[in-house]
């Protein structure tokens, strides 16, 4: 069970990405599609989430830019990203509670993708 994230790059201010984070193996449910980010010298914040029941929150620094949803298969999630700004400079990676089979039961595991570089620069 792994998450992968991609989508990353170099972009101008203003610009727009879309990253994309697919869940992958054997997984039988699915909790708190999220997006971190960590900047050079900073701690890694939380940048959006969306709860299986549809439920999203953002960090202030990105609310009405960057918006997170589900995919299909349900087991990929995406943020897209719009006027971007130099200080949205980061690795992104994301993460998700998945309900994986475990020492004969089933329980949700966190995991995180491996992180996918998005740079801001003119």
């Known amino acids: 069970v792994q998450l992968q994230a991609s989508g990353g790059g170099l972009v101008q201010p203003g610009e727009s990405l879309r990253l994309s984070c697919a869940a992958s193996?054997?997984?039988?449910?699915?909790?708190?599609m999220a997006w971190y980010r960590q900047a050079p010298g900073n701690e890694r914040e939380l940048v959006a989430r969306?709860?299986?029941?549809?439920?999203?929150n953002y960090a202030d620094s990105v609310k009405g830019r960057f918006t997170i949803s589900r995919g299909n298969p349900m087991t990929t999630w995406y943020l897209q990203m719009n006027s971007l700004k130099p200080e949205d400079t980061a690795v992104y990676y994301c993460n998700a509670d998945l309900r994986v089979a475990t020492s004969g039961s089933y329980r949700f595991l966190n995991f995180w993708g491996q992180g996918t570089l998005v740079t801001v620069s003119s």
């Open positions: 193996g054997s997984i039988f449910g699915i909790h708190n």
């Open positions: 969306l709860t299986s029941g549809g439920y999203t």
